[in-house]
């Protein structure tokens, strides 16, 4: 349970912001509009839930449409601790 609560060091959260630039340089989308994607997410799911609002990732990647070999669609992908799930 201490992991929850606990604070990235600055290495981790240099390296996870590269990770969100590597990413959204990849698929068109600025480091500004990940930003604003995360917080508006974050805001709307605090409405119902306590979340941890520092530790949350949030990726766009691109991957290939079921059925569809050379189509390559974006994916947003989430990972949003949630720290308690009555608000």
Same mark, same amino acid.
């Given at each position: 349970?201490?992991?929850?609560?606990?604070?990235? +060091? &600055? @290495?981790?959260?240099?390296?996870? +912001? =590269? @990770?969100? =630039?590597? #990413?959204?340089? +990849? $698929?068109?989308?600025?480091?500004?509009?990940?930003?604003?994607? @995360? *917080?508006? #997410?974050?805001? $709307?799911? &605090?409405?119902?839930?306590?979340?941890?609002?520092?530790?949350?990732?949030?990726?766009?990647?691109?991957?290939?449409?079921?059925?569809? +070999?050379?189509?390559?669609?974006?994916?947003?992908? *989430?990972?949003?601790?949630? =720290?308690?799930?009555?608000?």
């Amino acid at each position: 349970m201490r992991h929850l609560f606990r604070r990235k +060091r &600055s @290495k981790e959260v240099a390296k996870d +912001r =590269l @990770k969100i =630039l590597l #990413i959204s340089d +990849r $698929v068109n989308c600025s480091q500004e509009m990940m930003e604003m994607i @995360k *917080a508006d #997410i974050a805001k $709307v799911i &605090s409405k119902y839930m306590k979340i941890d609002t520092g530790n949350m990732e949030i990726q766009i990647s691109k991957t290939g449409a079921k059925g569809e +070999r050379n189509i390559k669609n974006p994916t947003l992908y *989430a990972n949003i601790p949630i =720290l308690d799930l009555n608000k």
